[in-house]
Every structure is written in structure tokens, then in C-alpha cells.
């Protein structure tokens, strides 16, 4: 059920209105429901004669404005006197029955605060049903004392107790906000964006643009560095008497008819001044360069990082649970910066769809996600990766995110933040199958030997039974044993970077078992090799003896016919 809520000056118009057969053909059989003391005149009810209908409205709103009158006598009436407050079922909800509107009135009221259960004072109402799927509540503000009411948060109570009287009758459950979404467009926004031919209004633009940058600046300073070199944006600073910055507000330089002004909070909750500088004041620093050792690769440290956010939803803290979310959110509004034009749409769409999931009621605590944040800033400030597989690598790790992100506010109740991770996971999984494609096969045509092959198939029986067939039977399996034998070649335990990868994270959410598997021991290959020193202390420590002697040996003919890694050639290294 929704309710729609207006304050008005004159009780004689709305009652008008609410009888009317004549201009509004959708008014079938007006007639009252329930009334403040269940005596009310009704003009639905009267003798067929105009004269008797518009006789009996004029004494209804003579009944209502009782008590206005009084107080207005002692100047204590509210300008805007008369409270209206429509409430509709939903089009798959059974058509209820004067009875059950009345009682859903009389909730609504009281709970509003216009009369309040037990209150003889409460002031005066009627509920007018005038279709089968919805009634009109018409009430006058002043109560019975010449108080006027306490009705503040009227919609919000309103539409909690709507909630409530869905589940008890059984009628469709609509799903609610819980008041920390963007303001959505007006109409006038909307119009006036379909005029100059934009797809998206001025407060969408900006809050978009806004959020871009947030997501590749570092420290306030750029972050108003950043701004004010957008070309087809306007920024104004804000500064306390001081001369520190107390806030920003930006608008399109294209705008018709001059420009707009919106403040941070205006296009978000999370876009304000003060939400801002608290996310970039935590952001872990990138190591400096040093001489001879090489410096980590930010795309695999992205991924590590999002690939641990699952692990953290599901520790059950609330607060850290919610800043890995927003820098979460943070990372899909950088990957258009940083991905090949044919898959920018999809992933512009999936960050604008998640931005609603990184917020809630639960207060984030932005230093338990430094890790994440640092490593998104250490992306944008190096060339994008040309064979496309550190992108593919990432969102293949963040659409386990989404997932995880999803059952986290479900559980939570978060209906709307669910909704949003559903929307954004249609948009990755087609931005990955893109993504993925290209570097899947380039690394499928490195496919080893039929010998390797069959020796990677039993480590991957080891590693994953759940699995091994959905893994052999996909098309990316070559790929996979490509990565494996890549591996190997360069020092790797193929055994135990499968293990690691199916340690890393559950594989049950994953539609492609064997690209995630891929993904994985790209980025575990990728770190320096164990030596033959680390190798031998590892064999003697007892964790590595228990796990040795829980693997099944191959049997001695096939350890004699397995050939000996050979290096891929140069072309096959990516690194």
C-alpha cells in the first residue's frame, strides 16, 4: 500500500472533490467509510437530488471545520488547516471491503498523530472510498482542545503502519526506503532534461560526476583540484570565516536558463562535505618505490582486497561490513576511468545501480576499508593493462561481491539496497562475459600438453571435487590449464595455488567455476615463486607432512609419463 500526503487551506474544495462523479470518471459509488465519531453525514448516501448531495457536503464541511472555526476566532489556526492523505492497495492485492478500509483509516490516523487511539479530542476526519482500490482520508487540524496536531513525520509513520497492516492482511508488501536514497527527480528536472536531449537530469549528471571523482581523488585538496578542471562544470567553495572549507556546491555550465546550485548532501547523503573528507581521510598509502624490489601490481591488490570483502560481510560487524560496501561502491565508479570504450555503458550502469547499495542506516566505519580505497587510487595513476585480463580479473571478483552484498542487506531488511545489488549484477556479469572473452582465449591457445592436461585434472580433483566437472566441461578449461602449466613453469606448486584459489573464497556462487579458478591463479602466480629453501622448510613443518599424506599418490606409471614442465613461450608471458 502506498500513502500520498498534502496540506491544503480549504476543507469545501477537497470535499468537493472526493464526491465528484461528473469531472472525474474514475469516482464510482463516493461514500463514506469511517468518521472521527462514526456519525458523520455522508453526501454518498444521500436522496438522488442534487440539491439534497450539495445540502448534506456543505453540512459535512461545516461538521469538519468546527473546530478550525473556533481557533481561528481566537487566532490559533493554522494557515494550511486541512490534512489529506490518500491511500491506494496495490493493482494484485484482492479488493477489500468497506470494513477493512475503515479499520486501515482508522490505524492511519491514529498512528499519524491526526487522532490518536483513546484521544477524545483528536481531531475531526472521514474516509471517502470513491473506486474499489483506494480511499481519501479528509481531516481538519485543530483538535476538540484548539490545539493543533502533532503529526510531524506523518508519512513516515504512516506508511510503518501500512507495513504492518500489509502483513496482516495478507496484501502484497510494498518495498520500502529507509530514507538514505538520493532524492529522485522531480518532474520538472525530468522535463527540462528531455528538453535539451539528456537522458538523465542535472542532479543525476552531477551527483554521478561528483561521485567519479571522489572515487580518484586522494585527499580533499584534489578532490577540489579535480572539480574545478571538469570542463562542463561549475564549482563554488564554501569557506567558514576562517577560511577553511566548510562545504562545495556544484552545477552544469550548460544549463538552460542559467545555473543550478546543488550542495553535496543535496545530491546524496554520502556526497556531503563532512561524509567526504571522513572516506578520504582513510586511504591506505601505496609503498614507495624501492631499489630491486618490484613494486605490487594496484589491479591485483584491487582484487585481493575485494575479494576478502565477502569474508567481511559475513563476520557479522555491522559497521565494517558497511565502509567495505561503500568502497566497494567506490571502485565500480573508477573502472569506467580505466576500461576499453565498448564496456564503459555497462559499467557505468552497475556503478549507478550499487551507488544505492552503499548506503543505509548502519553508520560505516571508512578504516577498516583502506586497503581497497589506496588501490583503486593506485589504478587511476597508472596506464590501464592492454590485454584486458587484470579488468576481467576484478570484476569476475567483484561480482561475488555483489552477490555477498545482496544476501547482507537482505538479511538486514535493506528491500531497496537489495533491489540495486540485483540491478548491478546483471550489469557486471555482462560487462565480464565481455571482458573475459579476449584474454580467456589468447590464454587457451598456450594449452599444454594432453599429459599435463590429465595430471592438472587430477590436481583439480583434489582441490575442488565439488566441482571438477562443471570446471572440465567448461570452454574456459583450456585457459585454466594454461595458467596452471604457466605456473609451474615459473616455480609454482600448481597443487597448491589450485587449493589456495579454492580457499580464497566459496565457489558455489560462481556461474563459471573454472574462469574464477583462472582468475585466481593468474594473480597467485604472479608473486615471486617460493625458493627451494622456503620449499624444504615448508615439507618439514607438521601442517605440510599432515597435508601430504592426505593426497592420494598417483599411481607410479603416471608420475613416470608426466613430462617435465617446459616455460611457455616468451609471447605466453603477460607480466
Known amino acids: 500500500m502506498i500513502a500520498k500526503i498534502s496540506n491544503g487551506r480549504e476543507t469545501a474544495g477537497l470535499i468537493r472533490y472526493l464526491f465528484d462523479t461528473k469531472k472525474a470518471k474514475d469516482h464510482t459509488d463516493p461514500h463514506l467509510v469511517a468518521s472521527w465519531d462514526g456519525f458523520a453525514p455522508d453526501p454518498g448516501r444521500s436522496e438522488d437530488a442534487d440539491a439534497d448531495a450539495d445540502a448534506t457536503r456543505r453540512l459535512l464541511v461545516a461538521d469538519l471545520d468546527l473546530h478550525v472555526k473556533q481557533a481561528r476566532r481566537l487566532g490559533r489556526a493554522p494557515e494550511k488547516h486541512v490534512w489529506h492523505c490518500s491511500i491506494r492497495a496495490a493493482e494484485t492485492d484482492r479488493h477489500l471491503n468497506d470494513d477493512e478500509w475503515a479499520d486501515i483509516a482508522r490505524r492511519v490516523v491514529a498512528a499519524t498523530g491526526i487522532a490518536p487511539d483513546g484521544d477524545p479530542d483528536g481531531c475531526r476526519w472521514v474516509a471517502v472510498r470513491h473506486a474499489p482500490d483506494h480511499i481519501h482520508i479528509a481531516a481538519t487540524k485543530v483538535r476538540a482542545d484548539l490545539r493543533t496536531a502533532r503529526h510531524w513525520n506523518d508519512y513516515l509513520t504512516a506508511d510503518r503502519e501500512l507495513a504492518a497492516i500489509e502483513k496482516e492482511y495478507g496484501l502484497f508488501q510494498v518495498v520500502r526506503g529507509d530514507r538514505t536514497a538520493a532524492k529522485r527527480p522531480t518532474r520538472a528536472e525530468q522535463e527540462k532534461a528531455r528538453r535539451a536531449g539528456q537522458d538523465k537530469t542535472a542532479p543525476e549528471r552531477l551527483r554521478a560526476t561528483v561521485r567519479t571523482v571522489v572515487a580518484a581523488a586522494s585527499s580533499?585538496?584534489?578532490?577540489?583540484?579535480?572539480?574545478?578542471?571538469?570542463?562542463?562544470?561549475?564549482?563554488?567553495?564554501?569557506?567558514?570565516?576562517?577560511?577553511?572549507?566548510?562545504?562545495?556546491?556544484?552545477?552544469?555550465?550548460?544549463?538552460?536558463?542559467?545555473?543550478?546550485?546543488?550542495?553535496?548532501?543535496?545530491?546524496?547523503?554520502?556526497?556531503?562535505?563532512?561524509?567526504?573528507?571522513?572516506?578520504?581521510?582513510?586511504?591506505?598509502?601505496?609503498?614507495?618505490?624501492?631499489?630491486?624490489?618490484?613494486?605490487?601490481?594496484p589491479w591485483h591488490q584491487a582484487t585481493a582486497a575485494t575479494e576478502r570483502i565477502p569474508h567481511h560481510l559475513d563476520q557479522g560487524d555491522d559497521e565494517v561490513g558497511q565502509a567495505h560496501l561503500a568502497v566497494f561502491g567506490e571502485a565500480l565508479d573508477a573502472l569506467p576511468l580505466l576500461a576499453p570504450q565498448h564496456l564503459r555503458p555497462q559499467l557505468r550502469e552497475a556503478a549507478s545501480a550499487f551507488e544505492r547499495a552503499t548506503r543505509s542506516r548502519i553508520r560505516a566505519e571508512h578504516?577498516?576499508?583502506?586497503?581497497?580505497?589506496?588501490?583503486?587510487?593506485?589504478?587511476?595513476?597508472?596506464?590501464?593493462?592492454?590485454?584486458?585480463?587484470?579488468?576481467?580479473?576484478?570484476?569476475?571478483?567483484?561480482?561475488?561481491?555483489?552477490?555477498?552484498?545482496?544476501?547482507?542487506?537482505?538479511?538486514?531488511?535493506?528491500?531497496?539496497?537489495?533491489?540495486?545489488?540485483?540491478?548491478?549484477?546483471?550489469?557486471?556479469?555482462?560487462?565480464?562475459?565481455?571482458?573475459?572473452?579476449?584474454?580467456?582465449?589468447?590464454?587457451?591457445?598456450?594449452?599444454?600438453?594432453?599429459?599435463?592436461?590429465?595430471?592438472?585434472?587430477?590436481?583439480?580433483?583434489?582441490?575442488?571435487?565439488?566441482?571438477?566437472?562443471?570446471?572440465?566441461?567448461?570452454?574456459?578449461?583450456?585457459?585454466?590449464?594454461?595458467?596452471?602449466?604457466?605456473?609451474?613453469?615459473?616455480?609454482?606448486?600448481?597443487?597448491?595455488?589450485?587449493?589456495?584459489?579454492?580457499?580464497?573464497?566459496?565457489?558455489?556462487?560462481?556461474?563459471?567455476?573454472?574462469?574464477?579458478?583462472?582468475?585466481?591463479?593468474?594473480?597467485?602466480?604472479?608473486?615471486?615463486?617460493?625458493?627451494?629453501?622456503?620449499?624444504?622448510?615448508?615439507?618439514?613443518?607438521?601442517?605440510?607432512?599432515?597435508?601430504?599424506?592426505?593426497?592420494?599418490?598417483?599411481?607410479?606409471?603416471?608420475?613416470?609419463?608426466a613430462p617435465a614442465p617446459q616455460p611457455p613461450p616468451p609471447q605466453a608471458r603477460r607480466r
Open 220 to 297: 580533499m585538496e584534489e578532490f577540489v583540484h579535480l572539480l574545478r578542471h571538469i570542463d562542463d562544470i561549475l564549482v563554488e567553495i564554501v569557506r567558514f570565516p576562517s577560511g577553511d572549507i566548510r562545504g562545495y556546491k556544484v552545477a552544469l555550465a550548460d544549463d538552460a536558463g542559467g545555473p543550478i546550485w546543488y550542495s553535496g548532501s543535496k545530491l546524496a547523503p554520502d556526497l556531503s562535505f563532512p561524509k567526504i573528507q571522513e572516506r578520504l581521510a582513510n586511504i591506505e598509502p601505496q609503498p614507495a618505490d624501492q631499489p630491486g624490489r618490484r613494486r605490487p601490481n
Open 367 to 561: 578504516h577498516h576499508a583502506r586497503a581497497l580505497r589506496g588501490a583503486v587510487r593506485a589504478m587511476l595513476r597508472e596506464p590501464a593493462p592492454k590485454d584486458g585480463a587484470a579488468l576481467a580479473m576484478f570484476l569476475d571478483a567483484a561480482i561475488l561481491v555483489v552477490i555477498a552484498a545482496a544476501r547482507w542487506h537482505q538479511f538486514r531488511h535493506h528491500d531497496q539496497q537489495v533491489g540495486a545489488a540485483q540491478q548491478t549484477l546483471l550489469h557486471l556479469q555482462a560487462a565480464y562475459e565481455q571482458a573475459a572473452a579476449a584474454p580467456l582465449a589468447a590464454l587457451a591457445q598456450h594449452r599444454p600438453p594432453q599429459q599435463a592436461v590429465d595430471r592438472h585434472i587430477r590436481q583439480i580433483r583434489r582441490a575442488v571435487p565439488d566441482h571438477v566437472e562443471q570446471v572440465i566441461e567448461d570452454p574456459a578449461f583450456d585457459a585454466l590449464t594454461a595458467a596452471l602449466a604457466e605456473a609451474e613453469a615459473a616455480g609454482h606448486d600448481p597443487e597448491q595455488l589450485l587449493q589456495q584459489a579454492a580457499d580464497q573464497r566459496a565457489l558455489d556462487d560462481a556461474r563459471r567455476p573454472a574462469w574464477v579458478l583462472t582468475w585466481r591463479v593468474e594473480r597467485l602466480s604472479a608473486r615471486p615463486a617460493p625458493s627451494a629453501q622456503s620449499r624444504a622448510a615448508q615439507a618439514h613443518s607438521p601442517a605440510w607432512a599432515d597435508s601430504a599424506a592426505q593426497r592420494p599418490n598417483p599411481p607410479a606409471h603416471e608420475a613416470a609419463a
